[in-house]
């Protein structure tokens, strides 16, 4: 399996005590190289706008729902919602993305890469002659 997916992370404690989710390089698809989070997104904001030519993301919604549409390089699009903190949505490269946000949610994401704006791609018009040029 390639395309974005979520994926079910285990979950160590009880309702009682409450849990631990772990993600580490060898439980995901790629090596971490970088973490990030967002958080105090407006519900009104819709964010992401994007796609990169190389980096892979796992995102969780620590706390909140969010919802990722996402369109690959054949213009199919697939809407994945987070709302729960053991589910993580692996984006491979090549994917442009929108999130928006509950009030209350945090956004972490596990990244492949280090920030490099150089591997974004911002302008749609972009992304779409990436398609012309690269199957990916
Ligand atoms: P961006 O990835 O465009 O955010 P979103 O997709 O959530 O709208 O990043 C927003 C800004 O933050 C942009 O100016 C780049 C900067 N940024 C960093 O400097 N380092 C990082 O690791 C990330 C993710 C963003």
């Not at 979520?6 to 060898?26: C, D, Q, R, W």
């Not at 928006?100 to 911002?122: G, P, T």
Request: aromatic letters at 14%; glycine letters at 6%.
């Amino acid at each position: 399996m390639s395309g974005p997916r979520l994926i079910e992370f285990s979950k160590i404690g009880s309702p009682a005590l409450g849990y631990i989710t772990v993600g580490e390089n060898s439980n995901l698809p790629f090596t971490i190289q970088r973490v990030y989070w967002t958080y105090f997104t407006p519900d009104s904001v819709i964010r992401g706008h994007h796609a990169h030519y190389d980096l892979e993301q796992m995102i969780f919604a620590t706390s909140g729902r969010i919802e990722f549409l996402l369109e690959d390089s054949d213009g199919k699009e697939e809407l994945f919602v987070l709302d729960s903190p053991n589910i993580g949505l692996y984006i491979p490269k090549g994917y442009w993305r929108t999130i928006k946000f509950s009030h209350n949610a945090v956004l972490m994401c596990l990244a492949s890469k280090e920030y490099e704006e150089a591997d974004y791609i911002r302008d749609y018009a972009d992304f779409q002659q990436l398609k012309k040029r690269i199957k990916l």
